[in-house]
C-alpha cells in the first residue's frame, strides 16, 4: 500500500488549501480513511475521517468543525481534505491513513502545512 500526500504549502491565516491523497496497491476492503496532524513538538492527531460504512458522516476532531471538509473519490482511491478559514494553529504536518480489516493500518508519509499569521 502506497499513500502519496500532496497539496500542502504555505498560507496566510484565512486562506484555503486543499489536500490530497493518492492511494495505490489496495487489495483489500478500506474500512477507513483520514487525515492526521502533527505539529512540532506535540503528538499526531486526528483532524477528520471517514469510513466506508457510514460515508455520509464524516468524523471531525472539534477544532476543525465548519472550516474542513474530508471527502473521497471511490473510482480514484483518492482522500482529500478541504481546508479553509486556515488559522496558525493548523500548522503542521498533515497525514493520511487507511484501515482496514485485512488491509493492516497504513500512513501516507505527510505534508506540511503553514499557516502564517
Known amino acids: 500500500v502506497q499513500l502519496q500526500a500532496s497539496g500542502g504549502g504555505l498560507v496566510q491565516a484565512g486562506g484555503s488549501l486543499r489536500l490530497s491523497c493518492a492511494a495505490s496497491g489496495i487489495k483489500y476492503s478500506i474500512m477507513s480513511m483520514g487525515w492526521y496532524r502533527q505539529a512540532p513538538g506535540k503528538q499526531r492527531e486526528l483532524v477528520a475521517s471517514i469510513t466506508s460504512v457510514d460515508i455520509g458522516r464524516p468524523n471531525y476532531a472539534d477544532y476543525v468543525k465548519g472550516r474542513f471538509t474530508i471527502s473521497r473519490d471511490f473510482a480514484k482511491n483518492t482522500l482529500y481534505l478541504q481546508m479553509s478559514s486556515l488559522k496558525p494553529e493548523d500548522t503542521a504536518v498533515y497525514y493520511c491513513?487507511?484501515?482496514?480489516?485485512?488491509?493492516?493500518?497504513?500512513w501516507g508519509q505527510g505534508t506540511e502545512v503553514t499557516v502564517s499569521s
Open positions: 491513513n487507511v484501515d482496514g480489516r485485512l488491509l493492516g493500518n497504513h
